[in-house]
């Protein structure tokens, strides 16, 4: 197969689906010796040297800003795709080409929170995803979601027949593992000014990540004598500036470090330095954080949403997203219990060794076989 994967969408500041996008290019080249890949990114995307070879071809693409993105992709890459022969397309961020020229689609679907949780996107941004996840799925002759979870939503929102859709999991990068350095945790410490001991959150500064919740339950933690700071790493989203504004007005500045957003290396280490990490949110298509947290040895308290439950899998302790109580129980045993952290980070580790970025890219491979032998319409 002659495959193109459109990674243009991947920011500066990869979290999320540029993680995935990133980590599965990188899985691509290491696995899948038999077919050809053009991949479009931008020129900072990747580091040309880890992809050469037969076969896979790296294509720049300069767009500077989204709309640029958006047009290049509906005018510019079906004619690349047209010139190059292309048997499969695989748009990996919900948005395909509306054009066509006999090239079959896989499309990626990472969650349907546009639909489930509207509330938690500004009007314009929910209302492009939900027309552009409409249009996708309807284009696409066969789809990949990132769980099982992800999976049911895309059938019942989507109307996407249930054997055109194969669920596809995610895994923590190779970096995420326990670290026996600390010169360089030190340097990390110093680097972001860390507390000597704390609470970890990774995750985007908006409504649906529940930081909120995360931060009420702290301060509950807090009066009864936790001697823990909590650290929040995560780039400003969506009315980050009410998280601020709570921090203050519990009068909690001193023990709330925000750091923003941290490269994979700078993560890892401070994975590594963290007492427990927490993670309340409202809805996940996936949660890789938790599970990068996990492949640290680090103990998890995580919300009960479908999808956590689902990756996690027994090895976290879940709660209700919205019970800062429960929320604040549940960390307190999860610091104090010797026996229970032993076992959380025990578990957790077996069962973040059972993701692979190469399980990923053989999966992936399997859809885009599916794409191409899809008899559809």
């Not at 799925?137 to 996407?160: C, N, P, Q, W, Y």
């Not at 689902?310 to 976290?316: H, I, K, S």
């Not at 026996?339 to 992936?364: K, N």
Request: net charge positive; aromatic share 8%.
């Amino acid at each position: 197969m002659r495959i193109a994967i459109d990674a243009t969408s991947v920011p500066s500041q990869r979290a999320g689906a540029g993680t995935y996008i990133c980590n599965l290019v990188q899985a691509l080249a290491e696995v899948d010796r038999d077919n050809t890949y053009f991949v479009f990114a931008k020129p900072e995307t990747f580091d040309r040297r880890s992809l050469q070879r037969d076969g896979f071809r790296l294509i720049p693409v300069s767009l500077p800003s989204r709309l640029a993105r958006m047009l290049w992709e509906q005018a510019m890459l079906p004619l690349h795709l047209r010139r190059l022969g292309v048997d499969v397309l695989h748009s990996p961020h919900y948005t395909t080409p509306l054009a066509s020229a006999g090239w079959r689609r896989v499309v990626t679907f990472h969650d349907v929170t546009f639909f489930l949780l509207p509330r938690r996107y500004p009007v314009l941004r929910r209302l492009y995803f939900q027309g552009a996840s409409r249009a996708g799925a309807g284009l696409a002759d066969f789809a990949i979601a990132v769980s099982e979870t992800v999976k049911g939503d895309v059938v019942r929102h989507l109307s996407l027949p249930a054997e055109r859709v194969r669920a596809v999991p995610l895994a923590p990068g190779p970096g995420f593992r326990p670290l026996d350095d600390s010169a360089r945790m030190g340097a990390v410490r110093d680097r972001y000014g860390l507390p000597p001991t704390f609470i970890l959150n990774v995750g985007t500064l908006e409504p649906g990540k529940n930081q909120a919740t995360l931060v009420r339950a702290f301060r509950r933690l807090k009066g009864q004598g936790l001697e823990q700071g909590l650290v929040i790493a995560g780039q400003k989203g969506w009315m980050y500036e009410k998280l601020f504004r709570l921090v203050d007005r519990l009068g909690l500045r001193e023990d709330v470090r925000f750091v923003g957003y941290l490269p994979d290396d700078d993560l890892a280490a401070v994975y590594n330095m963290a007492d427990l990490f927490v993670f309340p949110s409202l809805y996940e298509g996936f949660g890789l954080p938790p599970l990068e947290a996990m492949a640290c040895g680090l103990p998890v308290v995580a919300s009960s949403a479908p999808a956590l439950a689902e990756v996690l899998d027994g090895a976290a302790l879940l709660v209700d997203a919205c019970d800062a109580s429960a929320l604040a129980e549940a960390s307190a045993r999860a610091l104090r219990d010797r026996r229970l952290r032993s076992r959380l980070r025990r578990q957790g580790l077996a069962r973040a060794g059972q993701f692979s970025w190469q399980r990923t890219a053989r999966g992936t491979v399997a859809a885009y076989e599916a794409a191409l032998s899809s008899t559809r319409g």
